[in-house]
């Protein structure tokens, strides 16, 4: 009698120790896996960003005001070399405290913030979007957020960024 309960005890513990494993396997592929691969993608192309041979690197705002009207909105800089060199110094000392995952925002109707876009010697062609507080990467009717760490580097990089497009 005494075998049998032991045998049912070490059973029930078997399977809550399996029923606890699923749940956690569960739990990473449904919660941490995305919010790694966010994580690598923004990597990526920051990497890119900051690394990258380019062709052209472009920076834009298409709700910026270029001129008085209402209509005359939206503004496009085709960067030159020192200033691809001067944005990619602010966004170094940007990465280097690193990013926070922030809440992700369903943007069925596009990203309209501060674009930044290269297209590499390679022809890979990536875009990032910053606001005034974090950064992020849109695909698939999603943006993917991230706020930075440092606020006041991010901070630096974001007026030199705006003092670019105001520029011309």
Do not use: H
């Not at 399977?15 to 691969?37: K, Q």
């Not at 990467?137 to 760490?149: I, L, S, V």
């Amino acid at each position: 009698m005494q075998k049998t309960l032991k045998s049912k005890n070490v059973s029930v513990t078997v399977a809550g120790v399996v029923v606890i494993t699923l749940a956690l396997i569960i739990i990473f592929f449904t919660i941490f896996m995305p919010l790694l691969r966010e994580n690598r993608i923004l990597r990526e192309r920051v990497e890119l960003f900051l690394t990258a041979e380019y062709e052209r690197m472009l920076l834009s705002d298409p709700l910026m005001e270029s001129q008085s009207g209402i209509t005359d909105r939206g503004v496009q800089v085709m960067l030159t070399g020192d200033e691809v060199r001067l944005l990619r110094e602010k966004l170094a000392a940007v990465n280097e405290a690193g990013f926070a995952n922030a809440d992700n925002v369903d943007m069925i109707e596009g990203a309209w913030d501060t674009k930044w876009q290269i297209r590499t010697m390679a022809g890979e062609y990536e875009s990032l979007y910053f606001t005034e507080s974090g950064i992020y990467f849109y695909a698939d009717g999603t943006g993917f957020c991230f706020e930075p760490k440092d606020l006041t580097a991010y901070d630096v990089f974001y007026t030199c960024m705006r003092e670019m497009l105001l520029a011309k």
